[in-house]
């Protein structure tokens, strides 16, 4: 109570309660936070009408600081400190428990709710959890969502520190989700509707690919003569010769460019996909995985009636697989379901792979794969990734050498996603291999300069 005279001011002192290293702050079951208010008595300087005489301290004399404003200051900025070194003392030991919780080896989905959860072993769709289906924990089965939920992800060290008992349970249960998943695609209403969804955010880009590769110019041409003031004397101007004419000499070349021409051979593609964990995990925060759905459907459509100009396959990989194969070369998705189950194993593949990286050898085989796919009037790697490299090791040195090494490929990284600058500070060192393609608005035109380059590399006429 504030006693008569003096007057009151509330202010909030949050003091953490520590858990019992099974529950999880921010959600119903978090380590309770008890909100304490304290009233600070400030007396009035003067006497008075009932008030307390003097300026000041508990003992009746005037303080040096400022009289009952000094009070309010020294009292506001306590409270503040003792906030700080509460919220502060909960973040250690949060992250403590965080990191030193041990998997079971036991993996689950979890229990289901709308809250938001960190650490803890309960709840499916948390951050940082043991053995739950979540984000950024160490032994959970896959990754789970939740809406709205912030990442807290534990370091690289911590998630190390589980047996390899618990890790291979929980790659076990998240490869019969993965298999469950699979086999459950199918397209009903629902399905349907999402496709459009998707279809319609890029619509536009569709328009402007579909140009791109009605354009597309043909790097290999039939050889013919061409007569002129260079070359080997033309036996049948010999009469030309002597009457002095200059223009008898002959020349093989190949013959110049026809609009609409049919190649001689499909320009052949592989479009592989990054569907590793962090393409799962920061969906939520910048659209990533949705992005690389997009380019998906883009491709796809406006590949349609293309089928003699390109020959393509979509291929994936993730922290388990180097390669898996979405569409076969010679086999185009014929219709929506089938092009709704292309980017419907992308997701089960972000979701439930096993953490790592396969960027290298997944371009490199792709490589391989497309060069011996059959002849062709040129060949492209087109790999889409979120450059998340430095984690993992992985340096612009070397993937400079894997996308220049067979030299018959035309390789480009575009990245869609960025971890801070890694996209940007490769494109700087290798201009021609990487691109930083955050917009797929800006997408068609890219490709459009891929093959442009790839004809002018041959020495050919270009778009």
């Not at 996209?423 to 035109?445: E, H, Y």
Request: proline share 3%; hydrophobic share 30%.
């Amino acid at each position: 109570e504030v006693e008569e005279g003096e007057e009151g001011e509330e202010v909030e002192v949050e003091e953490g309660e520590e858990g019992d290293g099974r529950e999880e702050v921010g959600g119903d079951q978090s380590g309770a936070r008890r909100v304490v208010r304290r009233r600070a008595a400030v007396r009035r300087q003067g006497g008075g009408g009932g008030r307390r005489g003097g300026g000041g301290g508990g003992n009746g004399e005037p303080r040096e600081d400022g009289g009952p404003e000094g009070v309010r200051r020294d009292t506001l900025r306590q409270a503040k400190r003792q906030r700080k070194e509460i919220m502060q003392a909960q973040r250690r030991e949060e992250k403590r428990r965080q990191e030193a919780r041990e998997a079971s080896g036991k993996p689950k989905h979890g229990d289901e709710d709308d809250q938001e959860h960190v650490g803890g072993n309960r709840w499916a769709g948390g951050s940082g959890g043991a053995d739950t289906a979540g984000l950024g924990g160490k032994g959970g089965p896959y990754r789970l969502e939740k809406k709205g939920q912030n990442v807290h992800q534990i370091s690289d060290e911590a998630k190390a520190q589980i047996s390899d008992e618990a890790r291979e349970a929980a790659r076990k249960m998240g490869e019969e989700a993965r298999e469950k998943r699979l086999k459950e695609i199918e397209m009903g209403g629902g399905d349907y509707d999402l496709y459009m969804t998707i279809l319609g955010e890029v619509q536009g880009e569709i328009e402007q690919l579909r140009r791109v590769l009605g354009a597309a110019a043909a790097r290999q041409r039939e050889r013919v003569w061409h007569r002129g003031l260079e070359g080997e004397l033309d036996e049948n101007r010999l009469v030309d010769a002597i009457a002095g004419e200059s223009a008898v000499f002959k020349r093989r070349a190949e013959r110049e460019a026809r609009p609409g021409e049919v190649l001689m051979q499909p320009k052949r593609i592989t479009f592989l996909f990054d569907t590793s964990a962090s393409m799962y995990r920061f969906n939520g925060m910048d659209g990533r995985l949705r992005r690389s759905c997009e380019t998906a459907v883009m491709l796809m459509e406006a590949l349609r009636g293309f089928e003699q100009k390109f020959d393509y396959e979509i291929c994936c990989h993730d922290g388990d697989h180097v390669h898996q194969e979405l569409v076969s070369f010679g086999q185009p998705p014929e219709d929506e379901k089938e092009r709704l189950k292309v980017i419907s194993k992308m997701l089960a593949s972000a979701q439930y792979c096993g953490s790592g990286d396969n960027t290298l050898p997944a371009i490199e085989r792709a490589c391989q794969r497309v060069a011996s796919s059959g002849p062709a009037d040129d060949y492209f790697v087109f790999a889409f990734s979120d450059a998340n490299f430095a984690r993992y090791g992985l340096t612009a040195e070397a993937l400079g050498r894997t996308l220049g090494r067979h030299r018959t490929v035309h390789a480009v990284c575009f990245f869609i996603a960025t971890f801070e600058d890694e996209a940007l500070s490769m494109a700087r060192q290798m201009p021609d291999q990487v691109k930083v393609c955050l917009d797929l608005k800006a997408l068609p035109a890219e490709l459009r300069q891929q093959f442009v380059s790839s004809v002018a590399r041959g020495g050919r006429s270009a778009l």
